[in-house]
Structure formats: C-alpha cells, structure tokens
T-cell receptor
C-alpha cells in the first residue's frame, strides 16, 4: 500500500526566504509525482508534474525534484512572497500491481509567508 | 469552458437526508474519480469508473453509491447522511494510461 508523507506539516517564514517542502512515498513504483497548491476553501491547482523518468521540473520560482529510488521529492520555492501562502500537496500516481492507477496524496504542508 | 464541473458547490443538509453531487467532464476522458477531503485536509480516493464501469472502490460505506450514466458523468449519491460525511468532495477525470488527473473545483457538504 502506498503512503505519502509530507514534512513539515506547517511552515511560517518571512517574505523573501527560500524554502523547501519535503515529500516521501513508500513504494517507488510510481508513474509520476505531482505538486498541487490549495488556497483556503478553493480547489486544487497543479504546480508541477514530474514523470518517473525525470529528476526535476521547474516553473518560475518553483523547482521540484524527484528521487524515485529513495522515495523522495522536494519542492523548492525561491524568494517566497505572501501570495505563496497556501497548502501544498504532494501526490503520486501509482498502480501497485493492479490494472488501474490512482493518485495518492500526502496530508499537505500549510505554508504561511508573512510580510 | 469548465473542464470538470461539479454541482452543487455548497450543500448544507440535515442528518439522515439523502443527497447527490453531480460531476461532468468535457475533456473526452474515459476515467472519472471521486475524492474526499476531510476536515484535516487529507484527500483520499473513494471511487473510480472507467467507461461507466467501477474499477476502484476504496472501502467506502455502502451509503455512498456512485452512478455513471455515461463516461462524461459520474454522480455521487449519499444515503442517510451522517455528521462524518461533512467534507469537500472532489471529482476528477483522466484518460486511462495518461496518468494525469484533472480536478473539479470541489463540492463542500455540511451535515448538521
């Protein structure tokens, strides 16, 4: 059974800091890993998708890395801004030997960036 | 042109009632999902349908009955609502084999 864990559960930083969010998963047989952002009371916004054959993806101030063999991913946010405040969710697409895959989520990291 | 649309967005109801949440996707995908996000923000899969057939059922109580009239629709019907059913329910869709899901905006269910 796939389990996804995110550390830390919450993070509060001053504006301008670079920060790292961590995600680990127990079964390395994944198809891809995705980072989402969720604002309070809102839906999910996909930030970055890393296929299992890739090591990292970048979008603007965001960089996500994937080490499939060790079951880890990090999301690096450069020069954080108050607008980055949200919950960040890590999810892996995984089939676990079955015919049909599904997305399994971590519990999220609540990020607060204060001015 | 909303890709995955859910209705209603908000639903407040009394314990014991029966309610439905509808989901439609216009992406031409063949697989649809329901996820539940509880009060601790943890998202867990409930069901998945491929071409109207149930392919994933994650030990959800049988008070929950998904119905897929066609591959573009996956509705969630909940009987005898309980306080613990209060959550945000997300619908999603994908093309089998593509391994990427598109999510709806969520439906917040509050059971009083």
């Amino acid at each position: 059974k796939q389990e996804v864990t995110q550390i830390p559960a919450a993070l509060s930083v001053p504006e301008g800091e670079n920060l790292v969010l961590n995600c680990s998963f127990t079964d390395s047989a994944i198809y891809n890993l995705q980072w989402f952002r969720q604002d309070p009371g809102k839906g999910l916004t996909s930030l970055l998708l890393i296929q299992s054959s890739q090591r990292e993806q970048t979008s603007g101030r965001l960089n996500a890395s994937l080490d499939k063999s060790s079951g880890r991913s990090t999301l690096y946010i450069a020069a954080s801004q108050p607008g980055d405040s949200a919950t960040y969710l890590c999810a892996v697409y995984y089939a676990g030997g079955t015919s049909y895959g599904k997305l399994t989520f971590g519990q999220g990291t609540i990020l607060t960036v204060h001015p | 042109d909303t890709a995955v649309s859910q209705t209603p967005k908000y639903l407040v109801t009394q314990m014991g009632n029966d309610k439905s949440i509808k989901c439609e996707q216009n992406l031409g995908h063949d697989t649809m999902y329901w996820y539940k996000q509880d009060s601790k923000k943890f998202l867990k899969i409930m069901f998945s349908y491929n071409n109207k057939e149930l392919i994933i059922n994650e030990t959800v109580p049988n008070r929950f009955s998904p119905k897929s009239p066609d591959k573009a629709h996956l509705n969630l019907h909940i009987n005898s609502l309980e306080l613990g059913d209060s959550a945000v329910y997300f619908c999603a869709s994908s093309q089998l084999g593509a391994n990427v899901l598109t999510f709806g905006a969520g439906s917040r269910l509050t059971v009083l």
